[in-house]
T-cell receptor
């Protein structure tokens, strides 16, 4: 699995867009980029994933650079409830196996008033 | 649609006692997982199941047993609890093989004295 690098922490004002970067310069062609978050004392929550194209869902947008060496998770209008640790994960989608989810250190996003 | 539920939410055991953690999902997912999360160590996979009646070991299976008698339920047993098993336990499920889109329960906080 490709190694990912994320900033340790970020702050964002409520109502503004939160842009969380992830560097994955060793990503290979068949590896997906996944984002999860974990709000304090809760179970991890899947946010979004993508391979090459930008993706958007009701929670967030994922922007992947053309060379796929980095990506950005965008929360368009951050609220206090988005305060959490955000994890970027790069993995192959191997349809022959159940997949273990492994978190790195992640980015601690603090949304403030 | 409750998603993934876990019981109990909290439990305190004495060393040597046994208990069973119950995970239930109502999404008709084939794949189910048990993780533990300790401070500063991220998620570690204990056991997983790729379908009713099947289970497999993860990376830290010692001291735990599991059963998947029904598709919607995945049980984690501790036969003789040890203080090293003090942790937060998360159950997750996924629809597709190899997918990292996993849905997590709220967790069980277990303390072994």
């Amino acid at each position: 699995d490709a190694k990912t690098t994320q900033p340790t922490s970020m702050d964002c004002a409520e109502g503004r867009a939160a842009n969380l970067p992830c560097n994955h310069s060793t990503i290979s062609g068949n590896e997906y980029v996944y984002w999860y978050r974990q709000i304090h004392s809760q179970g991890p929550q899947y946010i979004i994933h993508g391979l090459k194209n930008n993706e958007t869902n009701e929670m967030a947008s994922l922007i992947i650079t053309e060379d796929r060496k980095s990506s950005t998770l965008i929360l368009p209008h951050a609220t206090l409830r988005d305060t959490a640790v955000y994890y970027c994960i790069v993995r192959v989608w191997d349809t022959g196996t159940a997949s273990k989810l492994t978190f790195g250190t992640g980015t601690r996003l603090q949304v403030t008033l | 649609n409750a998603g993934v539920t876990q019981t109990p939410k909290f439990r305190v055991l004495k060393t040597g006692q046994s208990m069973t953690l119950l995970c239930a999902q109502d999404m008709n997912h084939e794949y189910m997982y048990w993780y533990r999360q300790d401070p500063g160590m991220g998620l570690r996979l204990i056991h997983y199941s790729v379908g009713e009646g099947t289970t497999a070991k993860g990376e830290v299976p010692d001291g735990y047993n599991v059963s998947r008698l029904k598709k919607q339920n995945f049980l984690l047993g501790l036969e003789s609890a040890a203080p090293s098993q003090t942790s937060v336990y998360f159950c997750a499920s996924s629809r597709l093989a190899g997918a990292l889109e996993q849905f997590f329960g709220p967790g069980t906080r277990l303390t072994v004295l």
